[in-house]
Nanobody
């Protein structure tokens, strides 16, 4: 099994910054693509950012230029640096990891961390 644990969420004023972290542990031979998603109240979960094992990133248009995803492969960590936060960034942020073990691939999710941006 693979466990993902997010941390770093909280309450911040508009214009502020937060850095989310996601640790990956368990039966892991490789960690391939990783991603951040978020879900606002009453809305569907949406993709925020993706990052490949080589560090290539893609972002939702709504966060481009404000959010930066990164990862530390030796430490099995994923990060999301969020700047110039807006109230519409409020939501539960989830990390997702595609991992390999024993010739199989697995998709795992964290439990989420709450981000609240006040106006």
């Amino acid at each position: 099994q693979v466990q993902l644990v997010e941390s770093g969420g909280g309450l911040v004023q508009a214009g502020g910054s937060l850095r989310l972290s996601c640790s990956v542990s368990g039966r892991i031979f490789s960690i391939n693509d990783m991603a951040w998603y978020r879900q606002a109240p009453g809305k569907q979960r949406e993709l925020v950012a993706t990052i490949t094992s080589g560090g290539s990133t893609n972002y939702a248009d709504s966060v481009k230029g404000r959010f930066t995803a990164s990862r530390d492969n030796p430490k099995n960590m994923l990060y999301l640096q969020m700047k110039s936060l807006k109230p519409e960034d409020t939501g539960v942020y989830f990390c997702k990891a595609d991992t390999g073990w024993g010739g199989h691939e697995y998709v795992s999710w964290g439990q989420g961390t709450q981000v609240t941006v006040s106006s």
